[in-house]
């Protein structure tokens, strides 16, 4: 019988992120919808989305090895 713990793991893995993520989505439609048309709140969002890609893109910079020639 093969071992599922490693395929498991990876799924409970992605489970969680995919939850994450929804759960940032969700919370940044909320703050767009709460900003309304006032510039201040709406860049507030807009500097909370660049620094969630910021730390996003290092965290997977960070966890990516380099490529092997």
Known sequence: MTDLTALQQAVANETTVEQ???TLF??????????????VAIQAVVDQLNQNAANMAAAITAN???ATV
Request: glycine share 10%.
């Open 20 to 22: 994450s993520l929804i």
């Open 26 to 39: 969700n919370g940044l439609a909320q703050q767009l919808k709460d900003a309304g048309s006032d510039p």
């Open 64 to 66: 990516t090895p380099a």
